[in-house]
């Protein structure tokens, strides 16, 4: 049965391709809004679907619905196999290309019969497209710099580079003369686990300093475009960065605008208009009469409308206005609220550094417990321990604990893998020896559905398993999620009482938001850790606790702010 990725897969190449046969643009907007909310949901649509319940998905009308249901009995959708037989599926990939637009795309497939992008490119080269209407030389350049630009990218770009980038960036403009204020903007902002381009806005009365430190950004492939206000650049490995400059009065709501999301504006706007104001990314201006209200900062913009200000993460229309118009905010959990780290490496598996020296680099920043979860003997690839391994190291922490005194509580842990069948690779009675158990999924990711959802069930009903890590064995951007009913492990680790890890390596950010936020809707604990294999992945915690603020989570629902005391209890009475 198709899960939602899939379902939302279909829907965007419809989307796609009904924009280049030249569909009319709500048909169009319609299907992608369709995917994205598909993608959006906690829940995989073939519950709602069993239930009877597809409407109640947001965007899915009768016809959708209709389409949605067609998938999931059938695994194909006849609308969809006629659809590519009016316009070629591989078209749909086109679009991808900078600057080749549907109605381009489909001048050029009607009149040369081409349909894939190495046909395209070698068109380009052979001058085959300059005869075509409205195109020339500059269109056959300008469609293979695309082409090159494309060949470059992966699709969206890792948070995990977006965001030091974009802080160098920063860095780099904050330091040019007569800037007020540097922030990332868009889905960057907003902490997304992957984004598209780069937006940057600057506060500042001069532009042409900022614009040329911009541009000459170490780095820089080809500027793409410099105007007085904005510009485009193009880094050597593909990834796109646009720079807006803003009046310094004006720059609470230009960055407010281009935060987002789309549905969250639509949502300020229509308080605006309520209020007989129009919100723009200039200002807010009185509909009856004449004057603009100037915000320097967004907490004007918000206070204007009446709300409190919203944190960037919650601002993807899931119910934060209506929270902000209730007073019912959440408190959002802070890099400062972590007290432990409980999922971390060492030489004695595939860390690089020695306890001794990954304890004071967790303590140096502030970190009270560390578990050192070294891989079991399963997973061979990493250096897996064998269990007569763990009485050697359970002496060296005993060892070091010494050492280190009170600076940081030391905890002798694993992370035991769940095998193919769901059984762990250690037996009950060791892992009720150690102070923590981590459980996780590395292998057999694409199990059917059914029995990877039921190998993992295994791990979270065990007494001896105290977390879960990164459930769904995603790696970004290579590897998608396991096929897993979560909505049957949620429910099943709320009644075990065993906890959910938000895994905060970049490449990894698993839970990811949406089950991280059902997982806190159904009373189940997280647990947030960097999974460090040396000191440098200490620092991205901040990733971790980007997700969980996106998931709406407070620091009380999270393991690693308790204090010490409530831990150790906590796992004493898992383990009595």
């Known amino acids: 049965m198709m899960n939602n ?171 040019v003369k007569g800037v007020v204020a540097a922030e990332s903007a868009g889905s960057l902002r907003r902490m997304r686990s992957t984004v598209g381009d780069l937006d940057i806005l600057v506060a500042a009365k001069n532009s042409s300093a900022v614009m040329e430190a911009f541009v000459n950004l170490k780095g820089v492939s080809r500027v793409l475009g410099k105007g007085e206000t904005k510009a485009s650049i193009e880094f050597t490995d593909g990834v796109r960065a646009q720079v807006w400059i803003h009046p310094p009065e004006k720059f609470g709501t230009a960055l407010q605008y281009a935060t987002g999301s789309k549905d969250h504006n639509v949502a300020l706007r229509q308080i605006a208009l309520d209020k007989g104001l129009s919100l723009s990314e200039h200002s807010l201006t009185k509909l009856k009469g004449k004057g603009e209200i100037l915000c320097a900062t967004e907490e004007e913009v918000y206070v204007t409308l009446g709300l409190p200000w919203i944190p960037p993460e919650l601002r993807e229309d899931h119910g934060e206005v209506q929270a902000a118009k209730a007073n019912k905010l959440p408190k959002l959990i802070e890099v400062k609220d972590i007290k432990s780290n409980l999922q971390t490496h060492s030489t004695w598996s595939d860390g690089k550094l020695s306890m001794l020296e990954m304890a004071r680099a967790a303590a140096k920043r502030g970190i009270k417990v560390i578990a050192f979860t070294d891989h079991s003997v399963g997973l061979g690839v990493a250096g897996g321990m064998k269990m007569e391994d763990h009485k050697k190291q359970s002496a060296e922490i005993k060892k070091i604990q010494k050492q280190l005194d009170d600076e940081i509580l030391v905890l002798h842990s694993t992370e035991v893998e769940i095998k193919a069948d769901g059984s762990l690779d250690y037996p009950d009675e060791f892992l009720a020896t150690l102070d923590i158990v981590v459980a996780s999924l590395h292998t057999s990711l694409r199990q059917p559905r059914e029995k990877i959802t039921q190998r993992l069930l295994k791990a979270v009903r065990n007494p001896h398993v105290d977390v879960i890590g990164h459930p769904t064995g995603r790696e970004i951007p290579d590897r998608e999620a396991a096929d897993l009913d979560m909505e049957v492990i949620l429910q099943a680790a709320a009644e075990s009482g065993v906890a959910m890890e938000i895994n905060a390596h970049p490449s990894r950010l698993d839970l990811d938001d949406l089950f991280a936020r059902r997982a806190r809707e159904l009373g189940v604990l997280l647990s947030i850790n960097t999974d460090a294999h040396s000191e440098g992945d200490l620092d991205m915690l901040h990733y971790g606790v980007a997700i969980a603020r996106r998931a709406w989570l407070e620091p009380k629902d999270v393991i690693n702010t308790w204090s010490t005391k409530k831990l150790l209890d906590w796992l004493g009475k898992r383990g009595a």
């Open 5 to 175: 990725r899939q379902l939302a897969d279909t829907f965007t190449l419809i989307g796609n391709l009904c924009e280049i046969k030249g569909e009319v643009i709500y048909v169009i907007l319609a299907y992608r809004k369709a995917a994205e909310n598909l993608m959006s949901l906690s829940r995989a649509a073939s519950e709602y679907w069993k239930e009877g319940k597809l409407r109640e998905i947001p965007g899915v009308g009768k016809a959708i619905a209709e389409k949605i249901d067609e998938l999931l009995r059938t695994g194909k959708l006849e609308f969809l196999e006629k659809l590519k037989e009016e316009v070629p599926e591989s078209l749909a990939g086109w679009l991808q290309v900078p600057g080749l637009g549907p109605k381009k795309i489909a001048l050029i497939w009607k009149t040369l019969n081409i349909t894939a992008l190495s046909e395209l490119g070698a068109a380009a080269k052979n001058g085959q497209l300059r005869g075509l209407p409205g195109m020339g030389a500059k269109s056959e350049s300008a469609i293979l710099e695309g082409l090159a630009s494309l060949a470059r990218r992966s699709g969206r770009i890792p948070l995990g580079r977006a965001y030091p980038l974009a802080q160098e960036i920063i860095g780099v403009l904050k330091g």
